[in-house]
């Protein structure tokens, strides 16, 4: 009892809340945290949101020029006066100058492999991209072979096998722009054999074109 006493006495000097100061103290830090921490997740979030936004204009810049690159080029501008080919061009240009006024950069993040897988597979592309010329139907192929390497659905032709592997070292987001140059320069290569098959034959062509496009 008088031990329970003289710790009774001993307690009642001590201060309010220094006795269980350490609770308090812990718990008070633990809140702290955990508010920090949501704080985190949701500027993470936002973050992600940014650089998906930023990514999407990107692509969009892309889009708009690749557009306006196959109006200045188009076949129909065969088929008009002079005088109109001259507005519309200027027009083109106009469009394609204020295009380039938008500087959107996101910056991909990569480790020593994944920067290595990159430029082994743009120089991949580039080797293809600089024969073209010599064989266009040749190297066309090869292209789609790149391509169906980097698409997840079931290719209709053959896939290269070491691009693939290349391109499996990459970061994710090189590997979607990687897939999407290769679309363009596919589209780039379907535009230039229409506009070849239009200047060999260009009755015949026309209506074998909008037999495909009402089919």
């Known amino acids: 009892m008088a031990q329970a006493r003289i710790s009774a006495k001993a307690s009642e000097g001590q201060p309010a809340g220094q006795l269980h100061g350490r609770f308090f103290r812990s718990t008070s830090m633990a809140d702290c945290s955990g508010r920090l921490l949501q704080n985190l997740d949701q ?61 959107v950069s996101v910056e991909t993040i990569r480790n020593p492999q994944q920067q290595e897988a990159l430029f082994h597979a743009t120089r991949m ?54 897939k999407r140059r290769l679309e363009t320069l596919l589209r780039n290569i379907e535009n230039s054999e229409k506009s070849i098959m239009l200047l060999e034959h260009p009755k015949s062509t026309v209506q074998q074109l909008c037999n495909n496009e009402q089919g």
Do not use: W
């Open 125 to 178: 592309i580039d080797e293809v991209v600089n024969k073209l010329l010599d064989d266009l139907e040749g190297y066309k192929s090869h292209l789609m072979s790149l391509y169906g390497a980097c698409t997840s659905e079931v290719p209709s032709g053959p896939i290269d096998q070491k691009f693939q592997s290349v391109v499996i070292g990459c970061a994710i987001e090189d590997q979607k722009k990687i």
């Open 43 to 103: 500027l993470e979030r936002r973050v992600e949101a940014l650089r998906d936004a930023a990514s999407a204009m990107e692509q969009e810049k892309e889009t708009l020029l690749e557009m306006i690159h196959n109006i200045q080029n188009s076949q129909d501008m065969r088929h008009i006066s002079e005088g109109e080919r001259e507005e519309l061009c200027l027009t083109a240009s106009r469009l394609m100058g204020r295009t380039l006024t938008v500087e």
